[in-house]
T-cell receptor, first 113, second 113 residues
């Protein structure tokens, strides 16, 4: 059974700081990994999708990396802004079968002005 | 439509009543997922549809929960004889094909009194 862990559970940083969020998974037989953000009371917004054959994806100030063999992904946020405050979740899609998607509990980020 | 639409956005009901939650996925998306998010918890998988069939119902918590999808589009999640522990945010997601990026609706906040 796939298990997805995100560390830290919460993070508070001053505006402008670069930061890294971590995601680890127990079963490396994945198809892809997706990072989301969730604002309070809202649904999830997709940030980046990394296929299992890829090492990283970039979008603006965000960079996500994937090391499938070690079961790890990181989300790097450059020059953080107060608007980045949200909960960040990673989701792993299994390879094969119904390609079940398993989510981590998330990292709650607060960027202080 | 432009995005995944869920209704109602909020639902308050009395213990023992039945509720129906609706999800309208992005047009053309063949895969549809239901998740539940309890306060402070991660996303709990409920059921997945490919077209109108549900290959994976493994996440439905009890036989009080059921879901259907018609015309390969709209899906309804029904909870019979609601209990207080059913209180949560119910999220729907769709993807164009099985292994592609997930797009989420804003969710239905269900409160069982």
């Amino acid at each position: 059974k796939q298990e997805v862990t995100q560390i830290p559970a919460a993070l508070s940083v001053p505006e402008g700081e670069n930061l890294v969020l971590n995601c680890s998974f127990t079963d490396s037989a994945i198809y892809n990994l997706q990072w989301f953000r969730q604002d309070p009371g809202k649904g999830l917004t997709s940030l980046l999708l990394i296929q299992s054959s890829q090492r990283e994806q970039t979008s603006g100030r965000l960079n996500a990396s994937l090391d499938k063999s070690s079961g790890r992904s990181t989300l790097y946020i450059a020059a953080s802004q107060p608007g980045d405050s949200a909960t960040y979740l990673c989701a792993v899609r299994q390879a094969g079968g119904y390609q079940k998607v398993t989510f981590g509990i998330g990292t709650k980020l607060q960027v202080i002005p | 439509g432009a995005g995944v639409s869920q209704s109602p956005s909020n639902k308050v009901t009395e213990k023992g009543k039945d509720v129906e939650l609706r999800c309208d996925p992005i047009s053309g998306h063949t895969a549809l997922y239901w998740y539940r998010q309890s306060l402070g918890q991660g996303l709990e998988f409920l059921i997945y549809f490919q077209g109108n069939s549900a290959p994976d119902k493994s996440g439905l918590p009890s036989d009080r929960f059921s879901a259907e999808r018609t015309g390969g589009s709209v899906s309804t999640l029904t909870i019979q004889r609601t209990q207080q522990e059913d209180s949560a945010v119910y999220l729907c997601a769709s993807s164009q094909r099985l292994h592609e990026k997930l797009f989420f609706g804003s969710g239905t906040q269900l409160s069982v009194l």
